[in-house]
């Protein structure tokens, strides 16, 4: 089992920046991916960006593409969301989540972005 616990949600103006955080509590934790994605109101859940635990890689949608990025931290589990210039359309509840194998199977709670034009 794991838990996700998220932070960094906020209110910030257009083009400024926010950085969200995960922290995943498991036991020798090492997925196939950790990831984030974000649900606006009246939409979809949609997929931001992951992180390819094992291979040190990641991908990202094309709408958040030069400009978000995801880091991790491997000894305290966690990732990281880094969100630059900012828009009104990124304003979402994102969520992290983890794939252990095949599915994205650990949710956290999400937390809200509101970009303010």
């Known amino acids: 089992q794991v838990q996700l616990v998220e932070s960094g949600g906020g209110l910030v103006q257009a083009g400024g920046s926010l950085t969200l955080s995960c922290t995943a509590s498991?036991?020798?934790?090492?997925?196939?991916?950790m990831g984030w994605f974000r649900q606006a109101p009246g939409r979809e859940r949609e997929f931001v960006g992951s992180?390819?635990?094992?291979?040190?890689?990641?991908h990202y949608a094309d709408s958040v593409k030069g400009r978000f990025t995801i880091s991790r931290n491997v000894a305290k589990q966690t990732i990281y969301l880094q969100m630059n210039s900012l828009q009104s359309e990124d304003t979402a509840v994102y969520y992290c989540?983890?794939?252990?194998?095949?599915?994205?199977?650990?949710w956290g709670q999400g937390t809200q972005v509101t970009v303010s034009s």
């Open positions: 989540a983890v794939k252990p194998i095949l599915q994205w199977a650990y």
């Open positions: 498991a036991r020798s934790f090492s997925p196939y991916a």
């Open positions: 992180f390819l635990w094992r291979d040190n890689n990641t």
